[in-house]
C-alpha cells in the first residue's frame, strides 16, 4: 500500500511524489503509475515496455532491499518529473548511499555471465540515458533521466 | 504475476503471465525445482504472455538453468518478445540459453 501519493501538474510536467511501503510488492504499482504518465506523452513504445519498468523496477528493488536493508520500518521515496522532453525519476532511500562507480560492474564477461546477481545497475545504466547518486537533502537518491523518444 | 505448468510431450511447460520480478521470482524457482525433485528433466518456459523481466528474474533462469543441468537435465526459453530478446541480448544471456521462436521449436529442440 502506498503511504502517500501525490500527482500534480507543474507547467508542461507532470509531477508524481510517492512515498511507498518498504516493500518490494509496491514496485509494480510505482512503475505502474510512472508509465502511465509517459504514455500520455506519447514517450515510445520501447520505452514504455522495457526502459521505464526495468530500470525502475531495479532502482526500486536497490532502495528497498540494499539501501533500507529490508527494513520494513523504513519508507522509499519517489519523485518523478515527466514532460515532452525527459522523464526524470529520483528513488530516495534512508541508507547511508553508495559508491555507484565502484559498485558498477560488467557481468557480461565470461567470469560473470553465470553469476545469479551483479546485473541490476548495469541494466539502469544500459536502459536509461543518465545515471546518477548523491546524498540528497533527504537520503540516498538515485536519479535516473530517459530523454522521450517518440 | 502467474504462471501454470503443464507437462507436453514429456516437457515441463511453464507460462509466465506478468512480469518476472524481484517480488515473486522465488515463486517461480521453488515450482520449477519441485517438478525436478519429481524426476523432471527436460523444461520449456513460455514468455509469449511476459511483460518485463528484472535483473532478479534474470538471476533466477540462471540460477535455474544450473541446477537443471547439474541434474542432467536441459532448459529452454521460447516465446521472447523483442523486449526480452533485447534484454537478454543486452546481458548476453542469449549466449547462456537455448532460445527458441515458438513453444513448437522449442519442444522439437529437445
Redesign the interface.
Known amino acids: 500500500m502506498t503511504l502517500s501519493a501525490q500527482a500534480r501538474t507543474s507547467g508542461a510536467s507532470r509531477v508524481l511524489e510517492l512515498r511507498i511501503r518498504n516493500d ?2 509496491e ?2 504499482g510505482v512503475v505502474d503509475l510512472v508509465r502511465r504518465e509517459c504514455e500520455a506523452l506519447q514517450y515510445g513504445r ?1 520505452q514504455l ?2 526502459n521505464v ?2 530500470a525502475l ?2 532502482a526500486l ?1 536497490n532502495a528497498i ?1 540494499r539501501g533500507n536493508g529490508e527494513d520494513p520500518t523504513k519508507s522509499v521515496r519517489v519523485h518523478a518529473r515527466v514532460d515532452a522532453l525527459a522523464l526524470v525519476v529520483e528513488v530516495i532511500d534512508e541508507g547511508a548511499g553508495f559508491d555507484l562507480a565502484a559498485c558498477l560492474c560488467d ?2 564477461t565470461p567470469d560473470r ?8 545497475l ?2 539502469m545504466q ?2 536509461m540515458d543518465r545515471v546518477e547518486r548523491f546524498d540528497g537533502r533527504t537520503g540516498n537518491t538515485v536519479r535516473l533521466t530517459l530523454r522521450r523518444e517518440s | 504475476m502467474s504462471f501454470s505448468i503443464k507437462k507436453q510431450d514429456g516437457v515441463v511447460v511453464v507460462e509466465v503471465d506478468g512480469q518476472l520480478i524481484v517480488g515473486n521470482r522465488q515463486e517461480l524457482k521453488q515450482k520449477m525445482l519441485e517438478e525436478l525433485e519429481k524426476g523432471g528433466r527436460k523444461f520449456l518456459i513460455d514468455f509469449a504472455k511476459t511483460g518485463y523481466i528484472d535483473s532478479s528474474g534474470l538471476g533466477v533462469l540462471v540460477s535455474l538453468s544450473k541446477k537443471i543441468r547439474e541434474a542432467g537435465g536441459e532448459l529452454r526459453l521460447a516465446n521472447l518478445n523483442d523486449d526480452l530478446k533485447t534484454l537478454f541480448e543486452l546481458t548476453k544471456l542469449d549466449t547462456l540459453f537455448q532460445i527458441a521462436e515458438t513453444r513448437e521449436r522449442a519442444l522439437q529442440s529437445f
Do not use: A, Q, Y
Open positions: 518490494v510488492n514496485i509494480e520501447r515496455m522495457l519498468p526495468v523496477t531495479e528493488s532491499l557481468p557480461t555471465l553465470n553469476g545469479e546477481d551483479g546485473r541490476g548495469f541494466l544500459k536502459l
